[in-house]
């Protein structure tokens, strides 16, 4: 193990990717449901998919696995093209589309905007693999591609379609071909406090194609455009398969971190960084990056376990497990129980006084409580405000992740749940609110230690 964690960092990272998407597809075939598995992969493949589609719902536990992990070795393989090197971006695109894989991306309408963004090297005539990252990003409006492939321009599905193959062919490159630019200057808008980043130009993307395919083209309002009666639906749930799932898998990421030599000094000296602007694997090392990876994975499994026990329900549908991934993505960023924890009380408050206002105000029955999926969601991106946290301090992480919770449920109003980064584009829409007042108004940790140390 200590030979592994001396390797490259890019070849350390391809090897982990490798791991955790191989990891699903054996889970897969120990699912309850395996002997549907195929038949659950063909419904992922041709459902259409706005956020949130619950895909146990739609596939099945087995068929679930076995997309996450297809889509995971998918975006390993875009590791190994001519000029890429894996680092803390590439981490957070490979987790991020391996959790949205359980509940709005599948291999094919991963296709059209990864084509988009090889138009864009084959014209700025760049090597492929420096563009490995932004194809991963381009999926975060697949669900656009997959309404267009089978549904457009009704309301009932139709399956494929010539039409819709063109469409989602023509949209796709184009996403595809304008987001390399709009990833180079989307950390301008937030200054590198939302982790987030491919959130800004995704969802404004998803904002104007909404407008203008559906609002202006067709006259639908959002309340037209619904889900299919069961592609939708949040009843399906288990806390063992998913639970067990996530211990082992997290659980070896200890187990191998400390086999590979971290010591808990290496680990407290990544949890004293303040998350911002920083690559753990670079900075620290191969095996405290994969210590991080499984302790702040627990610590999200506990987070969420919790929530589920204080609303008294199961929380775990295939939103929820795709979440745990699609937040431990910034493993690598900036993200650590250290900055994260804050964020998580500050949602947690924000639940709690505003369902105290809500009976108040003379309500029955709170939809936003801290188990309801559009909060746990919500709370998911939240964390890439971490850097709030880690450069101002406790309370306004708190802060911000309140500010977060009252925004995150109005926002797909914008997109018409076609974005899936959705709360990452809500953090940033945060950091354009918050940040400006407090580079204004306040000192940073480091400031307020500097002017105790002169006096």
């Known amino acids: 193990m200590k030979k592994i964690s001396k390797l490259p960092e890019a070849s350390f990272l391809k090897l982990l990717f490798a791991f955790v998407s191989l990891a699903f597809i054996i889970a897969g075939f120990f699912m309850p449901d395996r002997s549907t598995m195929f038949s659950g992969l063909w419904n992922i493949l041709t459902g259409t998919c706005k956020i949130s589609t619950n895909y146990f719902a739609l596939g099945g536990y087995a068929a ?7 889509v995971g070795l998918f975006c390993t393989a875009l590791c190994f093209l001519p000029g890429a090197k894996p680092n803390h971006v590439t981490t957070l695109g490979v987790l991020l589309t391996v959790g949205f894989a359980s509940w709005g991306i599948n291999p094919l309408n991963m296709i059209p905007t990864i084509l988009g963004v090889l138009l864009y090297c084959i014209v700025k005539k760049e090597k492929a693999g420096a563009m490995a990252n932004a194809m991963m990003y381009s999926t975060g409006i697949a669900p656009l591609i997959s309404d267009l492939l089978f549904r457009y321009p009704g309301v009932e599905y139709v399956g494929f379609n010539g039409l ?3 469409l989602a062919l023509i949209v796709g490159l184009v996403i595809g071909f304008t987001l390399p630019a709009g990833l180079g200057h989307a950390p301008n ?3 590198g406090y939302d982790h987030y980043s491919a959130a800004v130009p995704i969802g404004m993307t998803a904002f104007f194609l909404r407008a203008v395919l559906y609002n202006v083209m067709l006259g639908w309002k959002l309340a037209d455009v619904g889900q299919l009666s069961t592609m939708g639906a949040l009843d399906v749930a288990s806390w063992p398969l998913t639970n067990i799932f996530c211990i082992i ?3 070896l990421c200890i187990v191998f971190a400390i086999l590979m030599g971290c010591t808990p000094k290496d680990y407290w000296n990544l949890m ?3 998350g911002h602007g920083v690559c753990f694997s670079t900075k620290y090392g191969n095996a405290p990056f994969l210590m991080n990876m499984g302790v702040f994975g627990l610590m999200i499994v506990a987070y969420f376990n919790l929530a589920g026990a204080i609303d008294g329900a199961n929380v775990w549908t295939g939103m929820t497990f795709g979440i745990v991934f699609c937040m431990l993505a910034t493993c690598n960023s900036g993200s650590h129980p250290g900055n994260v924890w804050p964020i998580m009380a500050g949602y947690m408050i924000a639940s709690f006084l505003f369902a105290g206002i809500f009976k108040l105000l003379g309500g ?11 909060i746990l969601i919500g709370l998911c991106y939240a964390n890439g405000l971490s850097p709030v946290t880690g450069k101002y301090g406790i309370g306004w992480g708190m802060l911000a992740a309140g500010l977060h919770y009252l925004l995150v449920t ?9 974005c899936l980064y959705n709360g990452g584009f809500t953090a940033a829409l945060i950091c354009l609110l918050f940040v400006p007042q407090l580079e204004k108004f306040c000192k940073t940790k480091e400031e307020r230690k500097a002017a105790k140390a002169a006096k």
Request: hydrophobic share 35%; glycine share 18%; net charge negative.
């Open 64 to 70: 679930t696995y076995l997309n996450m992990g297809l």
């Open 164 to 166: 819709g193959l063109l």
């Open 189 to 191: 808008i937030h200054k």
């Open 249 to 251: 898998l997290f659980g």
């Open 272 to 274: 004293k960084d303040s």
């Open 364 to 374: 029955e029955s709170y939809g936003l409580t801290i188990g309801s999926q559009s």
């Open 410 to 418: 109005a926002v797909p109003d914008m997109h018409g749940g076609f």
